[in-house]
């Protein structure tokens, strides 16, 4: 038990760790660097052995345990379980099972990289209004602790209305546009935990359209890869509902929607909430044409393509829009600190 434990742990902090950048760069330029020459026609054991000449540990430990699942002849999506993302995985294991798992991976390896360079540059835009914010919070705690005592006893001491008679008290609202600040940012990672536990519960959180269609984007191609293979639409959906993951629930009901009968639109199209509306709008193309697998193909392309432009948009908007919301509460705290210290100064004059 114990050692299930240790092991559990182990892979969950595995996982986190894969997600750094430099890390999560590594891995997808090993799996790229990996599909292409396998896709040249070298051997799998080969093309470890010359990949873990390159000397970092993250390819010595792919290759070492790629080369465990080819000598206990298991699959070798397996080998990436621990290191890649639950999304990217699935999306590795049903190209396996498709039989195309050079492209699949290659795809991985592409989303991987894009990825790291969107975190990367949403982090370079965020980087000054971060110090803007933490510069806010400092400010306010300076003024609160050391400058307004001080300012208090000065007009205790000056006749006069004092600075707490008046009937707007800029402290107070600098204090409450930091807690609302504060409350909105962690309003958004709240409202997604809350959504994921109870996905019933009468909230929208931000960016579910572009987090629905990332997740139906990568629905699509393990359905597509699965269909191109020969592998019919209900055994391709019962997998895919035998996997843990954001759409477990969903894909379940569809699952239980076919065997009794339904068609695949209108099983996906009862579960309307957890699917993109292009994804429901290809199949019932694909249905009445019989080219299914092409049509969620090209609407994966389509559907990459869009989350990719929002992505790029995001950060480009990113920005300006937080340096305004900080300029905006940098002039409030500054208004707070000197709105007192010139009414003192009033009064003595």
């Known amino acids: 038990m114990r050692r299930r434990t240790r092991l559990r742990w182990r892979r969950a902090l595995i996982a986190r760790l894969s997600r750094l950048p430099r890390m999560e760069r590594e891995i997808a330029l090993w799996m790229m660097e990996f599909s292409r020459m396998l896709r040249s026609g070298v051997d799998v054991r080969l093309a470890t052995s010359a990949l873990r000449s390159g000397g970092s540990r993250i390819t010595e430990v792919l290759s070492r345990a790629v080369e465990v699942q080819v000598e206990h002849g298991q699959p070798l999506a397996q080998a990436f379980s621990g290191w890649i993302r639950e999304l990217d995985w699935l999306t590795l294991e049903s190209a396996e099972r498709a039989g195309s798992f050079v492209d699949g991976m ?54 006069g209305r004092a600075a707490s008679d008046q009937p707007v008290n800029p402290v107070i609202i600098a204090g409450a546009c930091l807690f609302i600040l504060s409350a909105s940012l962690a309003a958004v990672p709240l409202s997604h935990l809350v959504k994921k536990r109870w996905p019933g519960a009468p909230i929208r959180p931000p960016f579910e359209r572009l987090l629905r269609r990332i997740r139906t984007e990568r629905l699509a191609d393990q359905l597509a890869s699965q269909l191109e293979a020969g592998i019919g639409a209900w055994e391709a959906v019962a997998w895919i509902a035998e996997r843990e993951g954001a759409l477990a629930r969903p894909m379940h009901r569809v699952h239980e929607e076919l065997r009794q009968g339904t068609s695949l639109h209108r099983a996906f199209a009862a579960e309307r909430r957890a699917f993109d509306p292009l994804f429901l709008t290809l199949i019932e193309v694909g249905e009445i044409t019989g080219e299914v697998a092409d049509c969620l193909r090209e609407g994966q392309r389509i559907m990459q393509l869009d989350i990719a432009h929002r992505l790029e948009a995001m950060v480009q908007m990113a920005e300006p829009v937080a340096v305004c919301i900080m300029g905006t509460m940098v002039g409030v705290l500054v208004y707070s600190l000197m709105a007192p210290l010139y009414q003192a100064i009033a009064r003595l004059s």
Request: net charge positive; with cysteine; hydrophobic share 45%.
């Open 106 to 159: 290659d795809r991985v390896g592409q989303r991987m990289l894009d990825r790291v360079r969107w975190r990367q540059a949403l982090l370079k835009q965020m980087t000054y209004p971060l110090i803007l914010l933490c510069g806010t919070y400092g400010m306010f705690a300076f003024m609160v602790v050391s400058v307004l005592p001080t300012i208090h006893q000065l007009s205790r001491l000056t006749p």
